[in-house]
């Protein structure tokens, strides 16, 4: 329970590893807001699953790449709960295509949805976290954003995006206490690593040291421990869980 009575906001906790770090957070007992956008038969099933086995979690419908929708978020964080401990920028889509075919809605939409939301959330949770003098945020972002990845040069851009705004932005909100860090996942089991072939599948395997992909959950207690009182000395990191991919 190392969160306890901390209050936490996460983009994207409808399902993949946004759900594991909503899980993982209401487990440590924090107070949890989530975002869906499509997902919304699964948002609520999920919301009520856990209000019934005792944890605090509320999901908010939004698509983070707007700012009216994120400032609607933060207004019911700032009028229900009042406070923000934790900020989770999770939310994340891939489009990929090799650079001479990418579209510009291609592109446009992938950093949006993966980057912008990320500067929208910080903003808004710095009008709470500044005046309390504490706050952790955690952006989600990927080892593609440091390796690269043919065909993914706007998910890659927008990833290595996520890096350089952690290091700014931590370096921005240190006085104020404000912690903020990335955590650089390789592959992941989740719906947006589904569409890989068995062979495509086997490949990667075979080019992970530690010869499997991920669990959400892995990754969740990542986020968990940048949230935690253990990671009161570390800020501006990116934090590669990537079972010694990019070694
Ligand atoms: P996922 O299973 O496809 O889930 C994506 C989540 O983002 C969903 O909850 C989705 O909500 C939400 N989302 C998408 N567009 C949104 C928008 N415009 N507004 C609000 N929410 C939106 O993905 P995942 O694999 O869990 O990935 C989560 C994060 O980890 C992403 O940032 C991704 O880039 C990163 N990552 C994933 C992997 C991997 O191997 N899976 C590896 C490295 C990094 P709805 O379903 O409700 O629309």
Redesign the pocket.
């Known amino acids: 329970m190392r969160l306890q009575g901390q209050v936490a906001f996460v983009?994207?906790?409808?399902?993949?590893?946004?759900?594991a770090i909503v899980r993982r957070l209401a487990s440590e007992g924090a107070f949890v807001y989530a975002?869906?956008?499509?997902?919304?038969q699964?948002?609520q099933a999920l919301q009520e699953e856990l209000n019934r086995e005792g944890y605090r979690v509320v999901f908010l419908s939004?698509?983070?790449?707007q700012e009216t929708?994120v400032e609607r978020c933060f207004a019911t964080i700032q009028k229900e709960a009042q406070r923000l401990d934790i900020l989770v920028n999770?939310?994340?889509?891939?489009a990929d295509r090799l650079i001479a075919r990418m579209t510009l809605e291609d592109w446009d939409r992938v950093l949006a949805?993966?980057l912008r939301?990320a500067f929208l959330c910080i903003r808004a949770a710095t009008r709470l976290m500044i005046p309390q003098r504490y706050g952790r945020i955690i952006n989600?972002?990927?080892?593609?954003g440091i390796m690269g990845n043919a065909g993914q040069a706007n998910?890659a851009a927008s990833?290595a995006g996520l890096i350089g705004l952690t290091r700014a932005v931590a370096k921005e909100l240190a006085s104020r206490n404000i912690l903020v860090n990335c955590v650089?996942?390789?592959?992941?089991?989740?719906?947006?690593?589904a569409q890989l072939s068995e062979q495509q599948r086997k490949a990667l395997q075979g080019a992970i040291p530690l010869g499997r992909?991920?669990t959400?959950e892995e990754?969740a207690a990542v986020v968990a421990f940048l949230a935690s009182p253990d990671a009161s000395y570390i800020t501006g990191q990116t934090i590669i869980a990537d079972g010694g991919l990019s070694l």
């Open positions: 983009t994207g906790g409808s399902r993949g590893i946004g759900e975002t869906y956008h499509r997902s919304t699964q948002a939004a698509d983070v790449a929708d999770n939310a994340g889509i891939t949805t993966n939301s989600i972002g990927s080892v593609v998910y990833k650089a996942p390789g592959y992941v089991e989740t719906a947006m690593t992909v991920a959400p990754i």
